[in-house]
């Protein structure tokens, strides 16, 4: 079994359990999480049918201007759609802080930038960069989530660093590889290009993974805020 196909279960498992985890967490009952899960897991076989169909390939696709879209618009429209509807707005506050910031244990599959890299399938500083920054954001995920439960006195700076660090590495892995991709924002002319984030497995990582765990970020950064001024 070769790295794409070990990549797509994995990929697809990791998809799976945020997807309930954010499904649990938001939903106030069993119906508004069995909605939040449709409609996640709709979005999840769009980007599946975008990369089966190579719709976003630069050879015959949309290209670079159509894998920014996949990344930009979901993350314009989750941040428009919890801030527009009050039961998300309400429970979004009601979800526990260490559960947004447990969720991106599932950076640690950053591992597979570095392998793919390794494998030159992947061009550095893209692969490098993005592979190490994730492992180490999807590592301390969870003692950073675990102060964050148990409320230790320098959790919330801790968190308020960790956060920092992740969205920095989200979008440096986003730049870094629309620049080494084909097409007109290329920068980075090595080889290979990063042209194979927008094929299948690897597109449910700038298609689905990225914009989902970007927009916790900012939810995190919220909530850390709200939280400071509450009495």
């Keep these: 079994m ?11 498992a990791s998809a799976a359990r945020m997807i309930a985890a954010l499904s649990i967490g938001f939903g106030s009952s069993a119906a508004a999480r069995l909605r939040i899960a449709a409609w996640l897991a709709t979005w999840f076989v769009v980007v ?4 089966a169909t190579r719709a976003l390939y630069y050879e015959h696709g949309l290209g670079t201007p159509g894998l ?3 990344v930009a618009l979901p993350i314009a429209v989750l941040c428009a759609t919890v801030a527009r509807v009050q039961s998300l707005r309400e429970s979004f506050h009601r979800v526990p802080l260490w559960l947004l910031v447990g ?5 640690v599959l950053g591992i597979n930038f570095v392998v793919l890299y390794a494998a030159h399938r992947l061009p550095a500083p893209f692969a490098p960069v993005a592979g190490w920054g994730d ?7 969870a003692p950073v989530a675990w ?4 409320q230790i006195t ?6 308020w660093i960790w956060n920092l660090i992740g969205i920095a590495d989200l979008i440096a892995a986003v730049g870094l590889g629309v620049t080494s991709s084909p097409g007109p924002a290329r920068l980075i002319f090595t080889e290979p290009s990063s042209a194979i984030m927008t094929t299948l497995p690897w597109l449910l990582i700038p298609g689905f993974l990225v914009p989902l765990l970007f927009v916790i970020h900012i939810g995190i950064f919220v909530r850390l805020v709200k939280d400071r001024r509450s009495p």
């Design 2 to 12: 070769n790295i794409d196909r070990i990549d797509s279960v994995e990929l697809t």
């Design 48 to 51: 599946v049918i975008l990369a």
């Design 68 to 70: 920014g879209l996949a």
């Design 103 to 107: 969720v991106h244990m599932v950076r």
């Design 135 to 141: 492992i180490f954001v999807g590592a301390t995920a």
């Design 147 to 150: 102060l964050a439960y148990r």
């Design 154 to 159: 320098s959790a919330r700076a801790i968190v």
